[in-house]
C-alpha cells in the first residue's frame, strides 16, 4: 500500500520547536519532491515549503522563511520539517505530499497530517 505518514506534531508553546517527519511507504521517496501544507481552522490550506527530488532545491511560504528548514533523508525515505520560533499562528494541521515538482502538479500521494499546537 502507498501512503505518506505524517510524525512529529504536538503542543509547544510559543518560541518552541518541533520536528515533522513525513515517512513513505509502499514507494521511493525521493523520485518526487515533496511538499508540506497546512490548514489552520476555518481556514484554506496553504502550502509551507517544498523539497525537490535531491534536496538541492528548497522554498519556503513568507510567514515561515527563516523560521522553518525543511530536508531529506532519501536513504531512510523521509523528509523532515524543522520548526523554530513557533508562533500561535502556526497552529494547523500539517500535511506532507509527493509533488513531481515543487513548481509543477502534485499527486494523489497524500499524508492523513499530524496537528501542531502552539498556544501557552
Known amino acids: 500500500q502507498l501512503q505518506l505518514v505524517e510524525s512529529g506534531g504536538g503542543l509547544v508553546q510559543p518560541g518552541g520547536s518541533l520536528r515533522l517527519s513525513c515517512a513513505a511507504s509502499?514507494?521511493?521517496?525521493?523520485?518526487?519532491?515533496i511538499g508540506w501544507f497546512r490548514q489552520a481552522p476555518g481556514k484554506a490550506r496553504e502550502g509551507v515549503s517544498c523539497?525537490?527530488?535531491?534536496?538541492?532545491?528548497?522554498n519556503y511560504a513568507d510567514s515561515v522563511k527563516g523560521r522553518f528548514t525543511i530536508s531529506r533523508d532519501n536513504a531512510k525515505n523521509t523528509v523532515y520539517l524543522q520548526m523554530n520560533s513557533l508562533k500561535p499562528e502556526d497552529t494547523a494541521v500539517y500535511y506532507c505530499?509527493?509533488?513531481?515538482?515543487?513548481?509543477?502538479?502534485?499527486?494523489?500521494?497524500w499524508g492523513q497530517g499530524t496537528h501542531v499546537t502552539v498556544s501557552s
Open positions: 505530499s509527493a509533488k513531481y515538482s515543487c513548481s509543477g502538479p502534485g499527486t494523489n500521494y
Open positions: 509502499g514507494f521511493t521517496l525521493d523520485y518526487y519532491a
Open positions: 523539497i525537490s527530488r535531491s534536496g538541492g532545491s528548497r
